[in-house]
């Protein structure tokens, strides 16, 4: 296999948090290859340091220690507008309180991340395509009766998959969920696996995060965060 295929290494990641005189050491040296096309999950306890690491792969957080490669380029390397770009168009994140804003519809909601970063004019110039774009992806999600709606007055599943709307919107080449599931009932919870799991046979590289071995089932390869390390499952693991 060609170096290439690999959209994401992860090398020796070190997290501490320091808590007045005391250090607490969340990750321990994590190792974690994500090919391209892949749907891996991160299994853990709570408090095992599963966000920490999902966020320092998707850029919101920096570690201290060790090195994170979005196809082959160093995280740690890139210039500020570099690492917003990167955060804004490479990668979608998925939360597990969907993280929508209730002043804006789900159709705003959905197009909202190709706003952002643009001028009034470059807006402008986008915005027919944007709001149509917004609109599949919502019509993909089963949801589009319900463009109009605020967030607060959907179901939580409605929303979750809203937000999986708003993740894909700049077409990420990596989608992120941090227990997308972990505040639904379990068949709605099953509803939102199957979006990810149709997604990933598109072609979307995932990478989600759950403390629940029934749900990482049903991802492509899991990964167990044990004591700040990575413990692969199954031998043939990267
Ligand atoms: N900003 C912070 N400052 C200090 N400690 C933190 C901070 N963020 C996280 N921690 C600590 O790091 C550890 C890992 O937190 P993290 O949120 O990554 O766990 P998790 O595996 O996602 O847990 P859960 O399943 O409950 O979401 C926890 O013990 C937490 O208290
Ligand atoms: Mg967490």
Redesign the pocket.
Known sequence: MSKDDFILKAEGLHKS?R?GATE?R?LKGVNLNIKKGEFVAII?A???????LLHILGALDKPTKGVVKFEQRDLSRFRAGELNRFRNRMVGFVFQFYHLLDELSVLENVFLPTMTGKSIIGWFACRRQAKNRAKELLAQMGLTERIKHKPYQLSGGERQRVAIGRALMNEPRLLLAD?PTGNLDSATGNGILDVLETLNRAGQTIVM?T?DERIAQRAGRTVTLVDGKIEHKNSNNL
């Open positions: 948090y808590m607490v969340v853990g709570s408090g095992s340091g599963k966000s920490t227990e995060v403390h």
